[in-house]
T-cell receptor, first 115, second 116 residues
Framework: DTGVSQDPRHKITKRGQNVTFRCDPI?????LYWYRQTLGQGPEFLTY????????KSRLLSDRFSAERPKGSFSTLEIQRTEQGDSAMYLC?????????????FGEGSRLTVL | AQTVTQSQPEMSVQEAETVTLSCTYD???????LFWYKQPPSRQMILVIR??????QNATENRFSVNFQKAAKSFSLKISDSQLGDTAMYFC?????????????FGSGTRLLVRP
């Protein structure tokens, strides 16, 4: 068990470019979450998957954001036509569910800087 | 909609002393879970403690304990015998207990500094 890994750890891009982040959850976890965190704030929910199904998506998430989890394994979060307001830490977490309800295992995050 | 409020942006405590972090929440749900998560500097967030709303007994995990007041919608975290490694951001979080939603809603956090 190597924990939740995210790649890249840091991405600098110019406004208008597309970026994609990858998350590899803990292998036996069927739930996967994406959160966004800005400096000094708590994580803001973006979306979550149970296996390959995207079950919930934040209403705050614009159409420029899309997430996938093919085959219920790793997940990708793509941001199209980035804006400076997208600059944040993007956190991925996975959860085993069951008796450990609500216990999320977080990755170290992918920091996005939009110039 | 559920909201979680942490009214203390920063707190400081002397090593070995006790500190209490506050959290209030707003919900119309009767069944839910509450959590405290810890985010050390430049490290990933980890779960500290969990409380089921249907349980009257307050949860404890070693030096960490909670004071859960359901009627007041209050959920504070007490850290006893504070250690330097407790320096971190602490987030209170809420989750509904349903089959259709498993998202955690986080507060804005409290930055705790443990002084040597």
């Amino acid at each position: 068990d190597t924990g939740v890994s995210q790649d890249p750890r840091h991405k600098i891009t110019k406004r208008g470019q597309n970026v994609t982040f990858r998350c590899d959850p803990i292998s036996e976890h069927n739930r996967l979450y994406w959160y966004r965190q800005t400096l000094g704030q708590g994580p803001e929910f973006l979306t979550y998957f149970q296996n390959e199904a995207q079950l919930e998506k934040s209403r705050l998430l614009s159409d420029r954001f899309s997430a996938e989890r093919p085959k219920g394994s790793f997940s990708t979060l793509e941001i199209q036509r980035t804006e400076q307001g997208d600059s944040a830490m993007y956190l991925c977490a996975s959860s085993p569910g069951g008796a450990r309800y609500g216990e999320l295992f977080f990755g170290e995050g992918s920091r996005l800087t939009v110039l | 909609a559920q909201t979680v409020t942490q009214s203390q942006p920063e707190m400081s405590v002397q090593e070995a002393e006790t500190v209490t972090l506050s959290c209030t929440y707003d919900t119309s749900e009767n069944n839910y879970y509450l959590f405290w998560y810890k985010q050390p500097p430049s490290r990933q967030m980890i779960l500290v403690i969990r409380q089921e709303a249907y349980k009257q007994q307050n949860a404890t995990e070693n030096r960490f304990s909670v004071n859960f007041q359901k009627a007041a919608k209050s959920f504070s975290l007490k850290i006893s015998d504070s250690q330097l490694g407790d320096t971190a951001m602490y987030f209170c979080a809420f989750m509904k207990q349903t089959d259709s939603s498993y998202k955690l809603i986080f507060g804005s956090g409290t930055r705790l500094l443990v002084r040597p």
